[in-house]
């Protein structure tokens, strides 16, 4: 087993993915023992709550204790309520009230009721014992790691429990640094405070040990009273139903409302009862004017701005999360300017706009392929060189671009390079609509697949390779899945910015940080935002306004008041 000594992760947001790296580092494949974990954080960081939770989704049976106490009605459904022991030494209390359903057994609960003073060493070791002796799946030592462990009697029973073969243990404690700014206050001798230390180190030096530390994204420690309702664990799946039917209600309500505006207006009664015809051949018949306009015209156009819109956000939500930067667009490694490139270049050569649809596409791919090729070269940060190489190819091909705007046709050439940069559906045709669909599908459809394994990349490659996850593979097969769609996008519709980096931030918003179920979410409120704004766009003017320019002034804003809002979470956090 590998040993991680001390490995961070955010929680809640990274707890799917921190439950399987707990499962790994305590049993073997075959449901037998692997060893320890230490789940370690400072105050509100969750750490209980996460093992809490992780017993239950794991349908572990445990043994040992938890220091756990719930509040309020509205505490007990949402599990957020623990009360740190440390907290809870201060008053001489250290109690656990029994909940119908809770995880643990009611004799599995440590029940020390105390006055004012202060913590009875004593009558914990007396409760704690006989706990220890239950046999379980594993054994749990909750707020382990205080003065408790000054009592030798104590301190030896803990090390016998970590020695033994059969049964995984977990100890929870607080941080070593959270730990040291309490017993900065105390009027603990210093001789204890360092036999204190030696003897934590010594429980985390043990040879089965994997220690894992969790860093609060601000939900653990809010207001009760403040978190949304969809942090409940029992209502969680119910909320994300009714939120995906609302985006789904709203992307259908878009595409209706698409089909109908235009400066040739078709009544959306006229649009349902035409498709419902089409559907169950009815046979009603209706005016050639109106067949045109949505057949010819107008489908076309929609199924694009769903495809580029869900494809762009896929792609930038991917990129995203495997280069664990939430700054990161689906241009990082040059795509949009290869193939913004290689349409100037076709333009300039005087081509079609299906070849200058192929151009664009090749050297969107070809650009990609320079920077994994160059990247494969460097042997030190992989993440980090394939971000700097794509800044040096997207440099490269701006330049290129640059160099072929100074040498076009200021008449004819330049306008229609300059109007390709801007972004555009207006050559939406069958044909370009087939040639979109089959590339941009497929990335989607591989990404969705290995989804969950992008939560596991989000722990580090270390910690992830620990749980079996081939991460060279898995990234590459992201990014080539999400470059695929990214070059295809921008050969049919030209640089439309900002959707790839604005909707995963809004997915996330909405359903949470768990790539399973946001990454959909950031397909579908991808596809509503570019129908959204391109119905905009086709109002605004006879020729269009071109949708690169519509996407900067209501993305930028958007995330300027998403830095705002983190901002303010970090300071109030």
């Known amino acids: 087993m590998v040993a991680i000594k001390e490995k961070t992760f955010m929680y809640p947001a990274n707890e799917r993915g921190i439950m399987m790296f707990a499962q790994s580092a305590l049993f073997h494949e075959d449901g037998s023992r692997k060893g320890h974990l230490l789940v370690t954080g400072v105050i509100g960081s969750g750490k209980s709550t996460f093992v809490q939770r992780y017993l239950e989704d794991a349908g572990l049976n445990p043994s040992g204790y938890m220091t756990i106490r719930h509040t309020s009605r509205k505490s007990q459904k949402m599990g957020f309520s623990h009360i740190p022991a440390g907290i809870q030494r201060e008053t001489g209390l250290l109690t656990v009230r029994h909940q ?5 057994p009611k004799d599995c609960f440590l029940i020390v009721e105390g006055d004012d003073s202060r913590f009875d060493v004593g009558q914990f070791a007396d409760k704690v014992f006989p706990l220890l002796e239950r046999k379980g799946d594993v054994i749990v030592l909750d707020e382990l790691g205080g003065v408790e462990l000054l009592d030798d009697e104590i301190f030896n029973r803990v090390l016998q429990v970590l020695d033994n073969e059969t049964t995984p243990v977990i100890v929870v404690w607080k941080h070593d640094q959270s730990l040291e700014e309490t017993l900065s206050h105390s009027y603990l001798p210093e001789s204890d405070k360092a036999v204190l230390m030696e003897r934590r180190r010594a429980i985390l030096g043990h040879d089965s040990m994997t220690s894992v530390m969790l860093e609060s994204d601000g939900t ?20 994300l139903i009714v939120r995906f039917g609302i985006m789904g209600a709203i ?4 595409i209706i409302i698409s089909f109908a505006i ?3 207006w078709i009544n959306p009664m006229t649009i349902i009862r035409y498709f419902w015809s089409q559907l169950w051949g009815t046979g009603e018949v209706f005016a050639e004017a109106v067949t045109t306009v949505i057949v010819n015209v107008r489908l076309p156009r929609i199924l694009l701005a769903i495809l580029v819109g869900s494809g762009l956000s896929v792609a930038g939500h991917t990129f995203q999360g495997v280069f664990q930067n939430p700054m990161v667009s689906p241009d990082v490694l040059g795509a949009s300017s290869g193939a913004s490139f290689g349409a100037a270049l076709a333009i300039l050569a005087g081509f079609a706009s299906t070849g200058i649809t192929l151009i664009s596409f090749v050297f969107g791919l070809l650009s990609v392929i320079l920077v994994l090729f160059i990247a494969s070269l460097v042997k030190a940060n992989k993440l980090l060189s394939l971000v700097l190489t794509g800044i040096v190819v997207s440099s490269l091909f701006s330049a290129g671009l640059s160099l072929i705007k100074y040498t076009a046709d200021p008449t004819n050439q330049l306008p229609a390079i300059t109007y390709w940069l801007m972004g555009s559906l207006n050559s939406a045709r069958m044909k370009s609509l087939v040639f979109a669909a089959v590339p941009i599908l497929l990335g989607i459809v591989v990404i969705l697949l290995l989804r969950w394994q992008l939560n596991l990349l989000a722990l580090g490659e270390e910690a992830a390779s620990t749980m079996g996850v081939r991460t060279r593979l898995i990234r590459t097969i992201m990014v080539v899945a999400a470059t695929l769609i990214t070059a295809t996008c921008v050969s049919v519709s030209g640089v439309i910015g900002w959707i790839g980096l604005v909707v995963p931030h809004i997915s996330r918003m909405m359903v949470g940080s768990d790539n399973r179920v946001s990454l959909p979410a950031s397909a579908l409120i991808g596809a509503s935002f570019l129908l959204f704004v391109d119905n905009i766009a086709r109002r605004a003017t006879t020729a269009g306004i071109p949708l690169g320019i519509l996407t900067a002034f209501i993305g930028a804003p958007f995330f300027v008041f998403l830095i705002l809002r983190e901002g303010r979470k970090g300071v109030t956090g």
Request: charged share 30%; proline share 3%.
């Open 262 to 264: 235009g400066w040739y």
């Open 251 to 254: 992307l259908i309500v878009l």
């Open 220 to 239: 653990i420690t809010k207001e009760l009273e403040e978190l949304p309702d969809e942090l409940i664990e029992g209502g969680k799946k119910r909320h």
């Open 100 to 104: 119908n359903g809770s995880t643990f």
